[in-house]
């Protein structure tokens, strides 16, 4: 009878170990995340993820732990804040935009790394290509040149004698962006001027730079989501119409935002993380892009602004602000 006993004991222990082998890791997953954001301005961003783990059935407090740190929009501390989170020794972290993956990949080489969003990851040495990253960086990318030249695009519509755009950014980082603004600007015959603010205690002054180049619309780089709406009341100061990629941007009161679903991009990189953790290599793991794009149009700002949105252009739009 023991030995019967000790038979279905083992036979039991040979069925169980393979089931958690290919469910959840044993431990909890130690997740690292960096954001050059505050807590409150990547709430839509970490909440996304947050959801996306919980759909592989991750839960912080049972079988994960999400280690968050936030540079406040000084980006000088995200080097600082990579070390750290290495220092945590993490499964993976998780990291955007540009700026934050850069932090990161000087942080380690070893520590498997998530794109949650980058806008050239080949062009800035992330992975080595699209389809084999060929490192321990992977994840999510986007066309930003030809986001960039859809924004200058939509202002034309808006302001059809436009003769003068700003792209305004926290980061020189930015090459596919700046060039797609410029590539589009030649296209419509419109100059194109990058405005680099390094904090926003300079914003002021920039400001009075636009409006002393004659700028007639003004491009918002992610880079400064963290400040959107003390640029917003800038610009609306200035009588000058704005473009940006989150649709929060337009909740601060900008004009308009066109670009990826960003909620959607961090729910996506929750599954690269659940991946990694069982056992895939970053190398490996093609560079997705997004496959949702959604433009969303502030009227109250364009009636403060006196502009007259384009029915061509707010039938395309996902969502209008009355």
Known sequence: MRLIGLAVV?????VVAPLAA???PAKAARIGYLSPLSASADSTHIEAFRQGLRDLGYVEGRNA???ARYADGKFA???DLAAEIVRLKVDVIVAAPTPAIRAAQQATRTIPIVMAFSGDPVGEGFVAGLARPGG???GLSATVAEMAAKRVEFLKAIVPKMSRVAFLSNAATVRQAVSGTEAAGQTLGVQVSTVLVRNPSELDDAFSTLKNARVGGLIV????QEHSRQIVDLALKSRLPTV???REFVEAGGLMAY???FSDLFRRAATYVDKILKGAKPADLPVEQPTKFELVINLRTAKALGLTIPQSLLVRADEVIQ
């Open 10 to 14: 083992l036979k039991l222990s040979l």
């Open 136 to 138: 321990n960086i992977t």
């Open 65 to 67: 732990v999400i280690e």
């Open 221 to 224: 780089d992610l880079t400064l």
């Open 244 to 246: 940006s990629g989150p």
């Open 22 to 24: 290919e469910g959840q």
């Open 259 to 261: 670009g990826p679903h």
């Open 77 to 79: 501390r995200l080097p």
